[in-house]
T-cell receptor, first 115, second 113 residues
């Protein structure tokens, strides 16, 4: 009953370091997404993927990269971490586009602090 | 004007109270609307979709007013367990929007004994 699994749950990075947030889903969903949520704000889309080998930018892609080599996995890479990337990151997936009847399922979130 | 705007609250209500949240959206062509619930330090979860005719799920009623471009969520007989942040979510109207959902900043609800 895993759904969407993200790791790590918590991480502290130093400015300039790089890291990868891992995301995997076991629901055979075609669509996967990475969102970030800053305190008191709504979620903003970083990158999304409509299937293996296909990725595209969302609203706030700068400073991030993604890949989608398999249907299950959608890692998010932070290069040269900056304090502005301190946030909560949510990976999500859906069978089709996130529309009524096609619920988006979120992972539990990854709390990232850049110091 | 923000694409999706909510009153951040917080709303503090006693158990058993009725509380309503509104949310306005800027794109008049938007077609799909949702309310998500987010518990503290947890992921958002779909509470209910919002249909043009309005819809009800137990103590929760969602309404859509296209003319005024707002959606609402009414919670009757509030429970302590209803305490959470409620996110208004709007999907762009065009095909290929691929989950580019627009989230409001959320309304915080606290239900007290």
């Amino acid at each position: 009953n895993a759904g969407v699994t993200q790791t790590p749950k918590f991480r502290i990075l130093k400015i300039g370091q790089s890291m990868t947030l891992q995301c995997t889903q076991d629901m055979n969903h075609n669509y996967m997404y990475w969102y970030r949520q800053d305190p008191g704000m709504g979620l903003k889309l970083i990158y999304y993927s409509v299937g293996a080998g296909i990725t595209d930018k969302g609203e706030v892609p700068n400073g991030y990269n993604v890949s989608r080599s398999t249907t299950e996995d959608f890692p998010l890479r932070l290069e040269l971490a900056a304090p502005s990337q301190t946030s909560v990151y949510f990976c999500a997936s859906s069978y089709l586009e996130g529309d009524s009847g096609n619920t988006i399922y979120f992972g539990e979130g990854s709390w990232l602090t850049v110091v | 004007r923000k694409e999706v705007e909510q009153d951040p609250g917080p709303f503090n209500v006693p158990e058993g109270a009725t509380v309503a949240f509104n949310c306005t959206y800027s794109n008049s062509a938007s077609q799909s609307f949702f309310w998500y619930r987010q518990d503290c330090r947890k992921e958002p979860k779909l509470l209910m979709s919002v249909y043009s005719s309005g819809n009800e799920d137990g103590r929760f009623t969602a309404q859509l007013n296209r003319a005024s471009q707002y959606i609402s969520l009414l919670i009757r007989d509030s429970k302590l367990s209803d305490s959470a942040t409620y996110l208004c979510v709007v999907k762009p109207p065009f095909r290929g929007s691929y989950g580019k959902l627009t989230f409001g900043q959320g309304t915080i609800l606290t239900v007290h004994p």
